[in-house]
């Protein structure tokens, strides 16, 4: 198995793993991979290191003990906390609001559901004493992950 780090035309950093460098050069010669944040097929390989296990105590990736995380590092995390949220929530696009209601309302099973309403349905919702959160999901991390 190969890992790459690899890059969009618009900066975002992501790795793919693939079973050769040949099938590596295979999907990207047919634009089969995509950027997980914009979608976009223009996507590059970038230099990378080996990693090494030298009996580090932080978790790969973290940064030091007081220090800001990079840009490369947040972006991760944020993949990390969407791919969580789409793991643990049930997509009732469109019905979302009318979803909510009927979940307050114990007319439907109490879960964790996620959609799309208006800033008008969320606003109503808000009012009604029902809790919503807006986080808006890049539409290639819609579809289903491998």
Same mark, same amino acid.
């Given at each position: 198995?190969?890992?790459? +780090?690899?890059?969009?035309? @618009?900066?975002?950093?992501? &790795?793919?793993?693939?079973?050769?460098? #040949? #099938?590596?050069? $295979?999907?990207?010669?047919?634009?089969?991979?995509?950027?997980p944040l914009?979608?976009?097929?223009?996507?590059v390989?970038?230099?990378?290191?080996?990693?090494? +296990?030298?009996? %580090?105590?932080?978790? !790969?990736? %973290?940064?030091?003990?007081?220090a800001?995380?990079? !840009?490369?590092?947040?972006q991760?995390?944020?993949?990390?906390?969407?791919?969580?949220?789409?793991? *643990?929530?049930?997509?009732? =696009?469109? $019905?979302?609001?009318?979803? %909510?209601?009927?979940?307050?309302? @114990?007319?439907?099973? #109490? $879960?964790?559901? $996620? =959609?799309?309403?208006?800033?008008?349905?969320? &606003?109503?919702?808000?009012?009604?004493? *029902?809790?919503?959160?807006?986080?808006?999901?890049? #539409? %290639?991390?819609?579809? !289903?992950? @491998?």
């Open positions: 198995m190969k890992v790459y +780090n690899l890059k969009c035309e @618009h900066e975002h950093a992501f &790795e793919g793993w693939f079973s050769s460098e #040949d #099938d590596f050069l $295979r999907q990207s010669g047919e634009g089969l991979i995509a950027c914009c979608a976009s097929c223009k996507v390989r970038m230099p990378s290191a080996p990693r090494l +296990n030298l009996g %580090a105590t932080q978790a !790969p990736g %973290a940064a030091p003990s007081g800001q995380p990079t !840009p490369e590092q947040r991760a995390l944020l993949l990390s906390a969407i791919r969580q949220i789409i793991a *643990i929530t049930e997509d009732v =696009g469109e $019905r979302f609001a009318e979803e %909510a209601r009927r979940i307050h309302h @114990h007319e439907a099973p #109490d $879960r964790a559901i $996620r =959609g799309v309403a208006s800033l008008q349905e969320c &606003e109503a919702l808000v009012d009604e004493g *029902i809790e919503v959160a807006a986080f808006p999901l890049p #539409d %290639a991390l819609k579809q !289903p992950m @491998h």
